[in-house]
């Protein structure tokens, strides 16, 4: 009996090919999305990213669709934000056939509802797993009335799209080397750079192959970005990128080839979207960032005179809390950054193309910006495997003696006006891990609270 709670997430579908995912119950979920979102009579978004099983999941999805009466608008491949794009723009429901920055053994398929909006298994997600359930058992029973698939292409429009939100006519003349890890980026990136006769994109593994021949397409992993550190420098670039499998995330490296914060990229994107909704005469202004971004995030925002709120990681969640507080824009320290002007959604190119712009229109390197952005010192993600969570944290709070606040884990904390340090603890939701983040104004703080919470955390 096919266990469906091993490949539907807490935000998408993810698991392993063939065995897990089959074209049969991929047909299964096409049926129970109609269903669920009741679109017979209606239309629907299909895209696939470049892995080997993708386009023969998305023909499967739309067969169990049409099945159900739904019409399927497939647009073929696409990264994760051009559906989004197509959901925003069209007002339509949509399923996107990736499985990010996974294995090529791997697939899955991300959905939404009309207008981009995130669907978790909180929102819709379980009721269209149990229906997928119902079918596989029983077969997909059609309609009279069944529906048809018809090809969309919006690559073209969803360029437009970005240029009219950020413009890069009057950067400075720059060398940019990008990575995209044999993943969508080989077709997005040309498609929106390409248009800017100042860049000078120096492309790496461009070529579109779901098997990742060159390495893991998951930049948040630091030997995934050593390519691209060693081009930058060896080209002498201004600048370098790197995007995810379905390049939906985007992660910088500066001139000498060192990582910029996602924290440093959040607090430069904040800012540069206040002052642009500014210049329309907007306020009040919010801006979203999640609770393990830096402190400086949160202190550029008020600075840039918006006002900052925090909230849990998590992509549904902060696409909820994008069109609950109408927030203009939201950085995760995970690299996804969420736009109010992109329909709550993430968008890694035009993270970018803000970063592209902000060193365009400076005289400064990237480096300089970068350290601008990044005043404090953080430990980055620390993960332990541990048998006993609660007992661990116990540890830890015994040798941190900090105020603590439950809020997504529990963060301690020590606010004295110089010398303060926070450190959150979170249980992971699929694996016995604890994740630890560390920051503080003082380096050597950092250090000291960071070693402190690992000794205690597995130390048992």
């Excluded at 608008?73 to 996974?102: R, V, W």
């Excluded at 968008?347 to 005289?363: D, F, P, Q, T, V």
């Excluded at 105020?403 to 249980?427: H, K, L, M, Y």
């Amino acid at each position: 009996m096919t266990n469906f709670d091993a490949f539907v997430k807490t935000y998408d579908v993810r698991g392993l090919v063939d065995t897990q995912l089959t074209e049969e119950i991929i047909e299964c979920f096409g049926a129970s999305f109609v269903d669920e979102l009741e679109l017979a009579g209606q239309s629907l978004v299909v895209g696939h990213d470049m892995r080997d099983s993708s386009p023969r999941f998305a023909a499967a999805f739309a067969r169990g669709a049409n099945l159900r009466g739904g019409t399927v608008q497939l647009i073929g491949l696409c990264s994760t934000d051009m559906t989004y794009f197509a959901s925003g723009k069209h007002e339509l429901p949509a399923a996107m056939f990736t499985a990010s920055h996974n294995p090529a053994s791997y697939n899955g398929i991300k959905f939404s509802r009309a207008g981009a909006r995130g669907i978790s298994l909180d929102t819709g997600l379980a009721a269209i797993r149990d229906r997928a359930k119902s079918y596989l058992a029983t077969g997909i029973e059609p309609l009279s009335e069944q529906g048809s698939t018809l090809e969309l292409s919006v690559l073209d429009d969803y360029a437009d799209y970005l240029h009219q939100l950020v413009d890069l006519s009057g950067v400075r003349k720059l060398k940019v080397v990008v990575d995209v890890a044999n993943g969508m980026g080989g077709l997005t990136v040309p498609a929106v750079l390409g248009r800017v006769a100042a860049l000078e994109v120096i492309p790496m593994y461009f070529e579109l192959d779901g098997s990742f021949p060159n390495h893991e397409a998951n930049p948040l992993d630091p030997k995934n970005l050593k390519d691209l550190q060693a081009r930058v420098i060896e080209e002498g670039a201004d600048l370098g990128l790197a995007f995810d499998g379905d390049a939906d995330r985007c992660f910088a490296v500066d001139e000498k080839g060192d990582a910029v914060s996602p924290s440093a990229v959040a607090a430069i994107v904040s800012k540069r979207e206040i002052e642009r909704v500014k210049a329309l005469g907007e306020n009040p202004i919010t801006v979203l960032h999640n609770l393990l971004t830096s402190n400086y995030v949160a202190e550029v925002i008020t600075a840039a005179g918006a006002k900052p709120v925090r909230t849990k990681v998590g992509h549904s969640l902060i696409k909820d809390q994008m069109a609950l507080t109408g927030a203009v824009f939201g950085g995760e320290h995970s690299a996804h950054y969420y736009f109010r002007d992109f329909w709550g959604a993430d968008n890694g190119m035009l993270a970018a193309m803000h970063l592209i712009s902000e060193l365009g229109s400076s005289a400064k390197q990237m480096s300089a910006i970068s350290r601008d952005f990044t005043p404090y010192f953080a430990s980055g993600e620390i993960n332990s495997t541990v048998t006993d969570a609660t007992a661990a944290l116990e540890r830890v709070r015994e040798a941190l003696a900090a105020t603590e606040e439950a809020f997504d884990g529990v963060t301690f904390a020590s606010s004295e006006s110089d010398s303060w340090w926070w450190c959150n603890i979170r249980p992971s939701n699929t694996e016995p891990l604890l994740r630890l983040n560390v920051e503080s104004s003082h380096e050597a703080l950092m250090v000291e609270i960071r070693d402190k919470a690992i000794r205690a955390i597995r130390n048992g």
